[in-house]
């Protein structure tokens, strides 16, 4: 079990680099084509990932329980990941991670019709007023906005996939290292993204992509698919998936500001405003767990 500190310090870490990867994807496939970005992004990983688990001296356990780890833990990675590349051309970075804030929503109907939880009364309005949110948004921008029904399509199956995998992680509940479970989950994500190849050959790379794109790529494979991975899949092993889908509530924000300091992006002021209404809606649904929260750790200090 990981210490208190451990655990926040990973949790700032991970929210950092979900709040950076939206634009890093979208500067990406600027200069090479979206779905060959995605899949020169776990070639490139699963190599590195394997590297660093031989360095470490790691074991990779390939029993079925791991092997069904992997493939859940896959759900995160490529499952969701390729709905969100092909949103790319629909929506803004700033965009992508407001839509991944709508993890725990997703998380909460999962929980309730695919696991029997519970769920308040404030969380079923929270959900309500986060949808509202959500409408705001899709009927103000327009594609001048960078913003289109077809890439809301995409987020929403894009986030339903990445919120599923964190319940069928822990319902697998392997006996697997983190490391190791991201390294799995990297290299089923590489299967997967290598028949992609055949439907994708001709629009394969016939140059060395711009800087820009080639960095993009290389922060999207160290940072998203191998950093982030190994701090998610140890959060996974440690706190609730309630609790771990609440980072996609904190970064939204901080990609819209990366969004619009390093890549221009202005959502209108109807956007903005639908944005504040999501999450507003996300801030009821966690009302009770941050307010339980606040109260343990005050009980804490005063102890």
């Not at 208190?4 to 310090?9: A, E, P, Q, R, T």
């Not at 940072?223 to 092993?237: E, G």
């Amino acid at each position: 079990m990981l210490s208190k500190s451990n655990i926040v310090m990973t949790y700032a870490l991970l929210v950092f680099i979900w709040s950076t990867t939206p634009l890093a994807i979208v500067w990406s496939v600027s200069d090479l084509h979206l779905m060959w970005a995605l899949v020169l992004r776990f070639l490139i990983a699963l190599p590195v990932a394997i590297a660093i688990l031989l360095i470490l001296k790691i074991k990779f356990p390939t029993d079925k329980v791991a092997l069904h780890s992997y493939v859940a833990g896959s759900f995160s990675l490529i499952g969701s990941q390729i709905f969100t590349y092909a949103a790319t051309p629909y929506l803004s970075s700033g965009m992508i991670a407001l839509m991944f804030g709508l993890a725990p929503i997703m998380a909460g109907m999962i929980g309730r019709f695919g696991f029997n939880q519970k769920l308040q009364s404030l969380q079923w309005f929270g959900m309500l007023v986060a949808v509202c949110g959500l409408g705001l948004i899709c009927t103000s921008g327009g594609e001048s906005q960078h913003i289109h029904p077809i890439g809301i399509g995409f987020m929403l199956i894009s986030v339903f996939t990445y919120s599923l995998s964190i319940f069928w992680v822990k319902k697998v509940n392997a006996t697997v290292e983190p490391v190791a479970q991201a390294t799995g989950s990297i290299l089923v994500s590489t299967l997967v993204a290598m028949c992609l190849i055949p439907f994708i050959w001709q629009y394969a790379p016939d140059h060395i992509p711009e800087t820009k794109s080639l960095l993009a790529l290389l922060y999207t494979v160290v940072m998203a698919s191998l950093i982030a991975m190994f701090c998610y899949f140890k959060l996974v092993q440690n706190i609730k998936a309630t609790t771990l889908s609440l980072t996609t509530v904190l970064t939204p924000m901080l990609a819209m500001l990366f969004g619009a300091i390093l890549n221009h992006e202005r959502p209108t002021a109807m956007v903005f405003i639908g944005a504040i209404v999501l999450l507003f809606g996300l801030f009821l649904y966690f009302y009770k767990d941050l307010k339980a929260s606040r109260e343990l750790a005050f009980k804490l200090n005063q102890s």
